[in-house]
């Protein structure tokens, strides 16, 4: 049974840092990709940066660019978000996603809260 596992999440000021971690276990199968999405009360979920397992390239939403730093350990299906120059819009729960090759068939962890506050 695949299991994604959020880690990290925390109580940080604005202008602080925190940083995720996201272990995904029970797959013999390799990954294509790891993501980080966050939903804020009240809003959608939306995608923060996703990480392709084969090149380590990531794509980030507009809004985090330049603060926030995805990486991956393939060797041990784990992955990271550095999250600088923290502010208020960037509190929500944040979610780690795998997708599992060969069906692409995504797995979510069950989340970790962000809350940055003065």
């Known amino acids: 049974q695949v299991r994604v596992v959020e880690s990290g999440g925390g109580l940080v000021q604005p202008g602080g840092s925190l940083r995720l971690s996201c272990v995904v276990s029970?797959?013999?199968?390799?990954?294509?990709?790891m993501g980080w999405h966050r939903q804020a009360p009240g809003k959608q979920r939306e995608m923060v940066a996703v990480?392709?397992?084969?090149?380590?390239?990531?794509n980030y939403r507009d809004s985090v660019r330049g603060r926030f730093t995805a990486s991956i350990h393939k060797v041990n299906n784990t992955a990271f978000l550095q999250m600088d120059s923290l502010t208020t819009e960037d509190t929500a729960t944040y979610y780690c996603?795998?997708?599992?090759?060969?069906?692409?068939?995504?797995?979510w962890g069950q989340g970790t809260q962000v809350t940055v506050s003065s």
């Open positions: 996603n795998a997708n599992i090759l060969p069906t692409m068939y995504e797995y």
């Open positions: 029970g797959s013999d199968a390799g990954i294509y990709a």
């Open positions: 990480t392709l397992m084969n090149d380590g390239y990531t």
